[in-house]
């Protein structure tokens, strides 16, 4: 490490560079910071081990908490544990029904198949190599020659083709999956010649799928607690006094059908507790005594330490007029008229010094209603802006929940540093895992708000609180999406006090390989929502969050990673909500996600998964990648350097190779077509002259990865937009993307004319929070754990944190060579003025699409009735969509009249950096106007667009997005 750099780190974990916290709250007592997945220090909740317990091997004493199990043994016991991680290195049989196992045996010749169990996870091979040891039950089964039915292979397609055996009906199957389970088959001479331990999930759905309550459940004189958990030998509930205080008493559960469940007073109400749960954990190939938090919890204890039993419906726990909150929710006549605004909680308002310091970061930031971000947001909802879409806000891992264990730079001592210099993201990763920030897509608890956005993660606070966040945004007419994350869990194993779920039931919440590995695809430990019980946990979830806290949308992270069954299980669920029975109107509830199909449910390998194709005819939205790439140029994966449609392309060159001038014109023409699609709402059915000359639908038009661009059967379907959390700001694009000469005026352009095309097109737009005010992340590529310092928003409109330093070498440091000299050029950094210029155009362009309903489209019929591209095919100039709306007129009654104030409209984008003169014979003779909100706009040069209706002719400024009206006499 550099000197400089060591000196600063040393710097920064004293004085110069770490602030001082307000302590916390002195009825709590001090903790330390939550564990990390697998680590000794989560052994807080409590984990011992039980030694195998078999005849021919010593019982070994209950290990320490925290124990690693690393003593030195006798012989035997080492013989013995090497033999087990010997015998069960995967699990590739899969138990799929009560009376049916399948096995991809190794041996199609063997003699015989049988089924063995160890209630204390004894299991090993005979040293002789003569069959299985320790076992408390052995089953012959029989081969089952119809194969496996059609029931199992629809669940679990991609075990399709294994043999099936059959379990004898007299086998107690309830009892045996509470044990270490393994089959085995054997020659002729009584030789094992494969051995592989079981998958559970399809038992367990076939005999204990359970539809009835789960969690707590309050009454006017008891508290019920009800934990599914079917593999479990024994659960108990330990209650503590308080969320630091030490045990009141651990109580047995009684179990029912895989249900265990107690009964107690009222006064339970407000303990805290946690489940200890007896079970078999096949990833230690141990039964483990495990202390859990409530997967159902509403209330939790900071960092999750303990579950909070809380009625989350008592009247302490609401803000004022909480219950009459249905009747002031912002208007939504239909979700065609959404607009999306990508929040993070924090982002929002950490910098803000008009909320006061205490609620800076936090869910209470948004009840400042005179706030600088509360005016911003009220500034874009009074445009048209509908939904803010919040990051992250349920319990997640990486943040502790105890603000005084928080460390922070001093920001003042960072910005001393150049701007390409590599101090501040060095002083940012020292204490990344220490500080307040991260986005969030760690999930722990899905049920309960998290406690590092609350004043207090004990007790009500994060529950009160987020009501008023609600609430809040609610009254300034925004209403309130939540990010939600089922496809992937923080931590599984039976260690840390971020795993939960597979604590439990072991393998059960996790989606496994064929080897009986747990599947990451999706980040770490993917959750399968194609087992009965993980599509219920997230319905349930989902109708907890809008009935309790009334949100008013979702968006799935990863929702191709969900099974498109669950997808349609929670829209429909959402959807029968009531004002009378349950004070929301779920008819107003916008599903959407990202519906990238990759990894292990790619092709639909695993059942029929949310992708973008599946999701078609839903009426669920996708993120609109190809609409993206298309606009900026390239892939958030490939070459930084790859140039788009608004990006100069073909137009003005930035020196990287990309073909010739005929190459990159007709890759220019190519992504012309996709946007073209994209401003049609995406519909795989809309029929676009392409610049080749043909009529192809959108279905047809592909990307260069040869998948369809047109995928949606509605424009609903679709959410448009150019950035998002994930990857750089949109400037950051732009500044990464364009020629170096290119100024920082023109980049502004480029930044409004990306937008415009989202807030024009049929669908719904989504931008990400700081599009409208040039924000900077200083070329951060994936800033999740970058701190408050890289993601800054200034709702001041002093800076767009453009030029804070090299971006965190994680995840750019490859990219460095190129972003110093860029982020070291002075005419790079825009001014407050440009800031003020883009907001305002951006504003005009949601005024627009709010102006008329010509723009928003809630149907394919009359998106492709309506809606014609004029400068297609082969002959088009390069860089200019022209695209025109229709409404009825005097000479088209067959159509409905929609806009009362307008029969055409007419937009115009040219991404040209010259003004550009086309004359189009089909749109003469009309009585096109230029806007009127583009007629009063701060934009010179929008002001200066023109149409000449003897010709047909436009005449559009460079970089700049017209859009031309016929108003009705």
Same mark, same amino acid.
Not at 158 to 167: E, H, P, T
Not at 572 to 587: F, I, K, M, P, Y
């Given at each position: 490490m550099p000197m400089q750099v060591n000196m600063l780190l040393h710097r920064h974990l004293n004085s110069p560079f770490t602030l001082p916290i307000p302590p916390r709250s002195s009825s709590a007592s001090p903790r330390g910071p939550p564990a990390r997945a697998h680590s000794a220090r989560a052994a807080a909740l409590g984990t011992w081990r039980r030694a195998p317990a078999a005849a021919a091997l010593p019982r070994k004493p209950p290990m320490a908490v925290g124990d690693t199990g690393a003593s030195a043994g006798t012989a035997v016991? +080492?013989?013995?544990?090497?033999?087990?991680?010997?015998?069960?290195?995967? =699990?590739?049989?899969?138990?799929?029904?009560?009376?049916?196992? =399948?096995?991809? *045996?190794?041996?199609?010749?063997?003699? $015989?198949?049988?089924?063995? %169990? $160890?209630?204390?996870? =004894? !299991?090993?091979?005979?040293?002789? +190599?003569?069959?299985?040891?320790?076992?408390?039950? #052995?089953?012959?089964?029989?081969?089952?020659? %119809?194969?496996?039915? @059609?029931?199992?292979? @629809? #669940?679990?397609?991609?075990?399709?083709?294994?043999?099936?055996?059959?379990?004898?009906?007299?086998?107690?199957?309830?009892?045996?999956? #509470?044990?270490?389970? *393994? *089959?085995? $088959?054997?020659?002729?001479?009584? #030789?094992?010649? &494969? *051995?592989?331990?079981l998958q559970l999930p399809g038992v367990l759905d076939d005999m204990f799928a359970y539809t009835g309550p789960l969690g707590a459940v309050f009454s006017e004189e008891a508290v019920s607690l009800h934990l599914w958990a079917p593999t479990a030998q024994e659960v108990s509930v330990r209650f503590f006094d308080g969320p630091v205080g030490p045990v009141l008493e651990t109580l047995q559960l009684k179990e029912f059908n895989g249900v265990w469940s107690i009964t107690g007073p009222r006064d339970w109400e407000n303990r805290y507790y946690l489940y200890e749960v007896d079970v078999y954990h096949p990833s230690k190939a141990l039964v483990e005594k495990v202390l859990a938090d409530d997967p159902y919890a509403r209330g939790l204890s900071a960092n999750g330490e303990r579950t909070w039993l809380v009625d989350i419906n008592c009247e302490s726990m609401k803000p004022p007029s909480w219950d009459e909150l249905a009747d002031e929710k912002p208007k939504l006549d239909s979700f065609s008229d959404i607009t999306i605004y990508e929040l993070h909680i924090r982002d929002f308002s950490a910098h803000d010094s008009t909320v006061d310091c205490n609620s800076r970061g936090g869910f209470q930031a948004f009840t400042y209603q005179d706030s600088a971000g509360m005016q911003h947001l009220q500034k874009l909802s009074d445009a048209g802006l509908t939904h803010v879409h919040l990051l992250p806000s349920f319990h997640f891992a990486g943040v502790d929940d105890i603000k005084s264990n928080w460390k922070c730079v001093d920001e003042c001592e960072l910005a001393k540093f150049p701007p390409g210099s590599d101090m501040q993201q060095a002083a940012i990763a020292a204490i990344k895992e220490e500080d307040p920030y991260n986005w969030g897509y760690n999930p722990v608890l899905w049920g309960v708000p998290k406690g590092s956005y609350a004043s207090n993660p004990d007790g009500p606070s994060r529950i009160i609180e987020y009501r008023q966040m609600v609430q809040a945004l609610n009254r300034v007419g925004l209403r309130v999406v939540m990010d939600v994350v089922y496809n992937h869990l923080n931590s599984s194993g039976p260690f840390g006090i971020t795993s939960v779920l597979d604590k439990i039931v072991p393998g059960y919440y996790v989606r496994r390989d064929i080897k009986g590995q747990i599947e990451n695809s999706a980040a770490m430990n993917n959750t399968a929502s194609e087992h009965f019980m993980v599509d219920r946990l997230i319905v349930d979830d989902l109708l907890n969050w809008a009935v309790n806290y009334k949100v008013d949308g979702f968006r799935f992270d990863l929702m191709g990673h969900i099974m498109?069954?669950?997808?349609?299980? =929670?829209?429909?669920?959402?959807?029968?909500?009531?004002? &009378?029975?349950?004070?929301?109107?779920? $008819?107003?509830?916008? !599903?959407?996600?990202?519906?990238? &199909?990759?990894?292990?449910? %790619?092709? +639909?390998?695993?059942?029929?998964?949310?992708?973008?194709?599946n999701m078609s005819g839903t009426g669920i939205g996708s993120f609109n990648d190809r609409m993206r790439d298309a606009v900026n140029g390239g892939n958030p994966f490939g070459n930084p350097l790859q140039q788009g449609f608004t990006t100069g392309l073909f137009l003005q060159p930035n020196g990287f190779y990309q073909g010739n001038e005929a190459d990159t014109r007709a890759a220019l023409a190519t992504y012309a077509d996709h946007i073209q699609i994209g401003l049609a709402g995406n519909l795989r059915d809309y029929i676009l002259i392409s610049h080749t000359g043909e009529a192809k639908k959108g279905s047809e038009i592909y990307t260069f990865d040869g998948l369809p661009v047109g995928y949606t059967s509605s424009p609903i379907e679709t959410i448009n937009y150019v950035s998002a959390h994930d990857n750089e700001t949109l400037f950051d694009v732009i500044s990464l993307k364009t020629l170096t000469d290119v100024s920082v005026d023109e980049r502004c352009r480029i930044n409004v004319l990306a937008s415009s095309m989202m807030a024009l097109s049929q669908g719904i737009p989504f931008f990400h929070a700081g599009d409208e005010i040039l924000r900077s992340k200083s070329i951060d590529r994936d800033s999740y754990n970058s701190g408050d310092w890289f993601n800054k928003l200034d709702f001041s409109y002093e800076t767009n944190n453009w030029g804070v330093g090299l971006p965190p070498s994680e995840k750019n440091e490859d990219n460095w060579p190129l972003i110093k000299p860029k982020l070291e050029n002075p005419f790079f950094k825009p001014a407050k003025r440009h800031i003020l210029a883009v907001l305002e155009s951006f504003v005009d362009i949601l005024k627009i699409r709010y102006s008329s309903p010509l723009f928003r489209l809630s149907t394919a019929s009359d998106t492709k009735e309506r809606v014609q591209f004029h400068n297609t095919g082969p002959s088009a100039m390069p860089g200019v969509i022209v695209m025109s709306i229709e409404d009825a007129r005097n000479d088209s009654p067959q159509m409905a009249q929609l806009d009362a104030n307008f029969s055409y409209v007419v937009v115009v984008f040219n991404v040209c950096p010259h003004e550009v003169s086309m004359d189009i014979p089909a749109l003469a003779s009309m009585a096109l106007e230029l806007h009127p909100v583009q007629v009063s706009s701060s934009d010179a040069l929008v002001r200066q667009s023109a149409y000449e209706a003897a010709t047909g002719r436009f005449i559009v400024p460079r970089r700049t997005a017209s859009v031309f009206v016929e108003p009705r006499c």
């Open positions: 016991e +080492n013989q013995a544990a090497e033999a087990i991680q010997a015998f069960m290195p995967d =699990a590739r049989a899969y138990w799929v029904t009560s009376s049916l196992i =399948a096995w991809n *045996v190794s041996d199609p010749e063997a003699s $015989s198949v049988c089924l063995y %169990a $160890s209630r204390g996870a =004894a !299991l090993h091979l005979s040293p002789s +190599n003569r069959g299985i040891q320790g076992y408390d039950s #052995k089953v012959e089964l029989q081969p089952e020659h %119809a194969g496996l039915p @059609e029931s199992v292979t @629809e #669940k679990f397609p991609f075990i399709s083709s294994y043999r099936a055996f059959r379990v004898p009906s007299s086998v107690d199957v309830a009892s045996l999956v #509470k044990c270490q389970l *393994v *089959v085995a $088959s054997f020659s002729a001479d009584g #030789k094992h010649t &494969d *051995v592989t331990g498109k069954r669950t997808m349609m299980r =929670a829209k429909s669920a959402l959807q029968s909500l009531t004002r &009378d029975a349950h004070g929301v109107d779920g $008819s107003k509830i916008y !599903l959407y996600g990202e519906g990238w &199909d990759f990894g292990e449910v %790619a092709r +639909n390998q695993r059942g029929i998964n949310g992708s973008q194709l």
